[in-house]
């Protein structure tokens, strides 16, 4: 095993890059220099970073305009080198529909929890599919409240311990999770539904074409488009970082099921 | 209304007469419409609904957008999103609908969105809802009280006007009678309303050739911000949620030192002062007329600005000790302010009360102007003998 | 096949102490350091045997990994008549 050295830096290399050898990943620019104060483990950070990937494939920096509601990945409103518009609990469909009507040649998204988007916005992003706005809402689903420390959401799985539901959920008392992409499937102004997750590299890099496809919908003006992100969220699990793969793909997997729900026949496929 | 880097919505030229014979809420949707207000929402509400109808007409004619929105809450927040973007954009609710508003009403302050919201209330009994920041906090947003329908067109061009001014929401509070009765009105920006307003480098248009804007009511800053003075460097933290509520309420202070407005009648030789606001102004301005018929020195205060309320203009009614005899369709709010103005050196008499016909919308018997002559007659300070 | 060959920069100071990266390496190159950074997190280190495959990256929340991986010869054209020699 070779030795490695800490640079002064604070970045650790093989002693020497080889030549031949090219770079072929780095983080995206739009995402900023600064680090983030989310959780170690946190989900969260693997979709906005396939999401910023996207945009700036795309080339959309300067045509985009996101929305994000309030909750841990509130703290890239500071951090992504985009216009961004924070909006209170649950409104950022409203939002966006402003702004879209008013910008409508923009790329629009929002960026949403499970908490702000399916449990108190629920409302917002129902009317706003439900008039076929042609937006791209993204939601952060890790079945919690994080920011507030792990309470039940409407999207908390059965048998999940938070603060809230100390013993479990319990169907009798707290009712059931909440499927929202597929809720919307019958909605005529919904054009792409689809929920990723970020669990494995290779959802990550999956979730990353699921974005794609929701945005191009947006894009060519096909209707609503919206994303759910499964994201780990070990401190709202009571799990250590590590663990937080094992319980997403054992707990929330199995209920909210991964892939594309529905998809225009225009995109190609 | 162009706006430097956007395709334009709403660049339908605005045409329509210079006068016209309107009913209050009409001529203020249509003032708006000319103030270059091209996003609208609203909910159908009595007695703000007709905003909503003629703004369902219009707005398309000259281009813009107009939203029959499923719940006040969501209008607001799309308010929000189009006033942020750089466009002039205005909602119109009632009371109850009011209420549930009051989350982004209050965020709107600190978030500085100079968005119009306009309150056809029922009856008088926003006042403290109105005028007590709209929300939760210490900060207030600006409120206008027009008391007939030409002042409601003067009103949208301000309200639009003074909102840009200061980068501060501003509220229209209008009620059942003024947003029902017809007048013939003349559209033209009224002349305070001329002076070149700040360019919007706040708007989230794209960030086109330039750095990003972060619009929030939070306090967060983005790397090279600088908050209170100084940028933040790497690591530092990013979010002073007091900052905002603290610009806030300084602002409001320079505010309430340029655009007080009150109208006043009578006061050089007044034994009493009736003062009112909204379209009961005119109610209680006839009735003081009515008195000083009778040989009574009655005097007059209308405050138009609400927020920032007229303090100066009572406290010189309390040092020189004349009462003050208040009207208000409502069970005791106004009367409030006038107290705080008068500095506990006059004497101050609630003559109004809830009046309102049994549906709950509209105006009952207390409007009347012979109705306020009574109650004048009742505190109207007894002469000393000679 | 060779392996691809490959290589990474780990920004030390960024990292968390996850340790995602750790099993997602499928040469297992990866190992988490004794050493704490100024954050107070250990953090991982490189080993032989990188072939530049891009999942710790992939998987890594704090963005630590930047990824190297040898330049491909060009692809052989199917039609050897039409080669052109360079």
Redesign the interface.
């Known amino acids: 095993m070779s030795s490695t050295h800490v640079e002064q830096s604070g970045t650790i290399a093989a002693p020497d890059v080889k030549a031949g050898l090219e770079k072929v990943f780095t983080r995206s620019p739009l995402l900023g220099t600064d680090t983030h104060s989310l959780c170690p483990g946190c989900g969260e950070p693997n979709a906005v970073r396939v999401l910023m990937e996207n945009i700036e494939e795309m080339g959309e920096r300067e045509n985009t305009v996101c929305v994000l509601g309030i909750g841990c990945y509130t703290a890239f409103a500071a951090l992504m080198d985009l216009d961004t518009q924070q909006a209170m609990h649950g409104r950022a469909p409203a939002q966006a529909t402003g702004i879209k009507r008013v910008l409508p040649d923009r790329l629009v998204f929002t960026l949403q929890g499970d908490g702000d988007m399916i449990t108190e916005g629920i409302q917002e992003v129902i009317h706003a599919a439900a008039r076929g706005e042609k937006i791209t809402a993204i939601c952060l689903n890790n079945a919690a409240f994080g920011e507030t420390g792990g309470h039940m959401t409407a999207t908390s799985v059965i048998g999940q311990r938070t603060k809230s539901t100390l013993e479990g959920r319990d169907p009798a008392r707290h009712g059931y999770p909440i499927r929202l992409p597929e809720m919307l499937t019958g909605f005529e102004g919904v054009a792409y539904l689809a929920r990723g997750s970020v669990h494995t590299p290779v959802a990550v890099k999956k979730t990353k074409k699921l974005f794609r496809a929701a945005l191009e919908t947006q894009k060519r003006g096909l209707g609503f488009s919206l994303v759910e992100v499964l994201t780990m969220c070990p401190t709202g699990w009571f799990v250590t970082p590590a663990e937080g793969p094992k319980f997403q793909e054992e707990r929330l997997v199995p209920v909210f099921r991964v892939g594309e729900i529905k998809r225009p026949k225009e995109l190609e496929v | 209304m162009s706006h430097p880097d956007?395709?334009s919505?709403g660049s339908g030229a605005t045409l329509g007469p210079a006068r016209a014979f309107l009913e209050g809420g009409h001529a203020l949707a249509e003032a708006a419409i000319r103030a270059g207000c091209?996003?609208y929402?609203g909910y159908p509400m009595t007695p703000s609904t007709e905003v909503l109808e003629y703004m369902a007409k219009r707005m398309p004619e000259v281009g813009g957008?107009c939203?029959n929105?499923?719940?006040e809450?969501?209008?607001i927040?799309?308010?929000?999103?189009?006033?942020?973007?750089?466009?002039r954009?205005m909602i119109a609710s009632t009371t109850n609908g009011m209420s549930l508003m009051q989350?982004?009403l209050a965020?709107m302050v600190l978030?500085r969105i100079p968005a119009v919201v306009v309150n056809m209330g029922r009856a008088q009994g926003d006042y403290n809802q109105c005028t007590r920041s709209g929300g939760h906090g210490s900060h207030r947003m600006i409120v206008l009280a027009p008391g007939s329908a030409q002042e409601a067109v003067e009103t949208a061009y301000r309200a639009f006007h003074l909102a840009e001014k200061w980068r501060h929401p501003v509220l229209i509070y209008g009620d059942f009678m003024l947003s029902h009765t017809s007048e013939t009105v003349t559209f033209a920006p009224p002349p305070d309303t001329v002076e070149p307003l700040p360019e919007k480098t706040w708007a989230?248009?794209?960030?086109?050739?330039r750095?990003?804007?972060?619009?929030?009511?939070?306090g967060?800053?983005?790397?090279g911000e600088p908050a209170g003075g100084g940028g933040i460097g790497?690591?530092e933290h990013?979010?002073d949620t007091t900052a905002p509520m603290r610009e806030a309420v300084k602002r409001h202070l320079e505010i309430a030192r340029a655009e007080t407005r009150v109208e006043t009648a009578m006061l050089d030789d007044a034994e009493l002062v009736v003062t009112a606001f909204g379209i009961l102004g005119r109610f209680a301005k006839y009735a003081a007329r009515l008195a000083r018929e009778e040989g009574m020195r009655v005097g007059y205060v209308r405050p138009y600005t609400l927020v920032p309320f007229p303090y100066a203009t009572f406290a010189e009614i309390g040092a020189r000790g004349i009462p003050v005899a208040v009207f208000e369709n409502n069970a005791g709010q106004m009367v409030q302010d006038v107290r705080l103005g008068v500095e506990g050196r006059a004497k101050v008499d609630f003559i109004g009360g809830i009046s309102m016909d049994g549906s709950g919308f509209g105006v009952g018997p207390n409007v009347d102007a012979l109705h306020i002559l009574e109650k004048i007659r009742e505190v109207y300070p007894q002469r000393r003998a000679a | 096949m060779a392996k691809a060959v490959g290589t990474v920069h780990i920004d030390a100071e960024r990292c968390k102490g996850c340790e995602l990266c750790i099993p997602v390496c499928p040469p297992r190159v990866l190992e988490m350091s004794v050493e704490v950074n100024a954050i107070g997190f250990r953090y991982p280190i490189l080993h032989d045997g990188c072939t530049g495959c891009e999942l710790c990256a992939e998987i890594c929340p704090d963005y630590c990994f930047e990824v190297f991986r040898e330049v491909k010869a060009a692809p052989r054209p199917s039609n050897p008549a039409s080669e052109v020699h360079a």
């Open positions: 956007r395709e919505i091209r996003f929402c957008v939203i929105v499923e719940a809450i969501e209008g927040n799309m308010v929000w999103g189009a006033a942020g973007a750089g466009v954009a989350e982004s965020e978030g989230t248009t794209g960030a086109r050739g750095k990003p804007r972060l619009l929030t009511s939070l967060m800053r983005i790397e790497p690591g990013r979010t």
